[in-house]
């Protein structure tokens, strides 16, 4: 991915979570996932945020994921996004 569009995801995924938590200030920071099957990008946000906002983080995630492709600009430029599960939540 491309500076600039990591730079417009990050603007995409801030704005999302405007809307969701008006108050916090995340550190989005992108980066690729371990298991190259889990996509081209990967970001933390839910987690950071959870806590301090007391929320569930897998419900976090999914209303930031809801609030990111609701954004035509966002669907622009990414295909898809998805919430991962942990490896410690996968069945052997």
Not at 53 to 64: F, G, H, S, V
Not at 71 to 90: D, F, G, K, N, Y
Request: net charge negative.
């Amino acid at each position: 991915m491309l500076l600039e569009q990591q730079q417009q995801l990050i603007s995409l995924i801030q704005a999302a979570v405007a809307r969701i938590l008006p108050e916090a200030r995340p550190n989005i920071q992108l980066e690729r996932p371990k298991v190259a099957a889990h996509g081209d990008v990967a970001t933390n946000v839910a987690m950071q945020l959870a806590k301090p906002a007391k929320r569930n983080p897998r419900e976090l995630a999914q209303e930031l994921v809801d609030g990111l492709m609701a954004e035509a600009s966002a669907r622009a430029l990414v295909e898809a996004a998805e919430i991962a599960v942990p490896a410690s939540s996968t069945c052997a």
